[in-house]
């Protein structure tokens, strides 16, 4: 049976990976190749490189670590930040990224979606969304959870699920760096709502919040965070043996 | 010498599959080079997307000929994903399109095969279990996990599996046949595992 995933997400500005501590054997805890590394032989699933530069210097060299990151790292890679046409999503796919996330480009041109997934494939495609909750209903938020789209997300998902992505990640802004854990009723509302593999971010704080989000909503595939990871509050094999003990099916 | 060669027929990015090979010492070419294909020692044939589009690339470059040349004096070859795919006589992926015929068996959807509520396509790490001994495993071990990502697989192939993947059906995972071998699943994405089959491979299966 397919293992539930775990995936450390880095936010990369001007070639750096923006947050975390140092590690035991990582020389230069903001180099993107040495900390994906580091989580690679961790026993990561899957990695996810956010680019937040502004400047087309900054994007230029994510695209040179990026190339460099595919060439050592062997597990999926997914990217995402500033992906707006179907360039960007050329663009980072030919220096070895597996998956291309999108956000407020999908937002403002739902269009890309389609256009990406018929050239690439559905499996390439995978649609990020910040929500918000917004007078009893969720809400999409758009330019990194700052501005109101006033959509309902959980129609918005399934729109983009027909329009060709292949693979939703759900980031709740109302749990997200609360550390109480996963956003669980918003989840189990996505994961109700769509067929293809949903990814839990927002609100990890320990070990246990993974095990209750696999228990809570079985159908959600994976689980993403930033800075448990990065700061060391939580390792990743012992996350891993603790899901496995809790009859959680991983990657050990 | 132990040239290998990475078949580019114009479907795909051989980046990271290329970088993987590297990344273990292999001595590898990317090549449409019909001579190139020709004079190496081992052949890879990747590919990602439609069966019938990169059926119909293989033709049109006329290395279709010679990767069956090649294969049937000997050489060793293995598909990935598609590629691997692409080794049997034919797919029903949006149709009836047939493939390179070097292994028995057909390729088939997911849909319908597998019990109701399982996610299509089966994307992630999932366990291999063998079903027969090959040198493509000789240094990974039973239950060890792989990355998938397809929505069709090989069926009616009993005489080439050597590994399935479970779920809801036995789906095939790798097959070999004296020269001719194949992992549905991505090497170049499956971490040490994945590595660890490719150096098999490198190095030589008998046959």
Wanted: with cysteine; charged share 25%; proline share 3%.
């Amino acid at each position: 049976m397919i293992t539930k995933r775990i995936i450390p997400c880095l936010d990369v500005r001007n070639g750096r990976v923006v947050k975390g501590v140092n590690f035991e054997g990582l020389h230069d805890v903001s180099s993107p190749v040495e900390l994906g590394q580091y989580y690679s032989d961790c026993g990561a699933d899957e990695l996810v490189f956010y680019d937040i530069t502004a400047s087309f210097e900054g994007r230029q060299l994510f695209t040179d670590i990026l190339r460099e990151v595919a060439s050592k790292i062997f597990i999926p890679l997914t990217v995402g930040g500033g992906i707006n046409t179907v360039e960007d999503f050329d663009r980072v796919l030919k220096c070895g990224a597996d998956k291309v996330s999108v956000n407020s480009g999908a937002i403002r041109n739902p269009d890309l979606i389609r256009e990406a997934a018929m050239r690439y494939g559905n499996q390439c495609v995978v649609l990020s969304a910040d929500v918000k909750r917004v007078d009893g209903e969720f809400r999409v938020f758009a330019k990194g959870g700052r501005v109101d789209t006033g959509m309902e997300a959980i129609g918005w998902i399934r729109h983009c699920v027909d329009l060709g992505a292949g693979e939703i990640v759900v980031n709740s802004i109302d749990t997200d760096g609360v550390k109480k854990g996963f956003d669980l009723p918003l989840l189990k509302a996505v994961c109700d709502a769509v067929s293809v593999p949903v990814i839990a971010s927002g609100g990890a704080g320990c070990a246990q919040d993974f095990v209750d989000l696999f228990r809570a909503v079985p159908t959600v595939d994976a689980g993403l965070a930033a800075s448990i990871f990065h700061f060391g509050e939580v390792a990743i094999p012992d996350l891993k043996q603790l899901l496995r003990d809790n009859d959680i099916t991983v990657r050990l | 010498m132990n040239q290998i060669a990475i078949i580019d027929y114009g479907v795909g990015n051989l980046f990271s599959l290329a970088s993987s090979f590297r990344s273990i010492g292999a001595e590898i070419t990317v090549t449409s080079d019909a001579s190139v294909i020709r004079q190496a020692d081992k052949l890879i044939l990747p590919g990602v997307g439609a069966f019938e589009d990169a059926a119909r690339k293989l033709r049109e470059t006329g290395l279709d000929t010679v990767i069956k040349q090649e294969a049937g004096s000997g050489k060793p070859l293995m598909g990935i994903c598609l590629g691997m795919q692409m080794l049997f006589e034919k797919s029903y992926e949006y149709g009836e399109h047939e493939g390179l015929g070097l292994l028995k068996g057909a390729v088939v959807p997911m849909q319908g095969r597998i019990p109701e509520g399982l996610k299509i396509p089966h994307i992630g790490w999932n366990a291999l279990h063998f079903t027969r001994d090959s040198g493509l495993f000789r240094y990974i071990r039973e239950g060890d996990c792989v990355y998938f990502v397809h929505s069709y697989y090989a069926s009616g192939c009993e005489d080439s599996v050597i590994a399935t993947a479970g779920y809801g059906a036995e789906l095939t995972a790798a097959v070999q046949k004296g020269n001719v071998m194949g992992c549905q699943f991505h090497p170049e994405k499956s971490g040490k595992v994945g590595l660890a089959i490719l150096r098999a491979f490198c190095e030589g299966i008998e046959a």
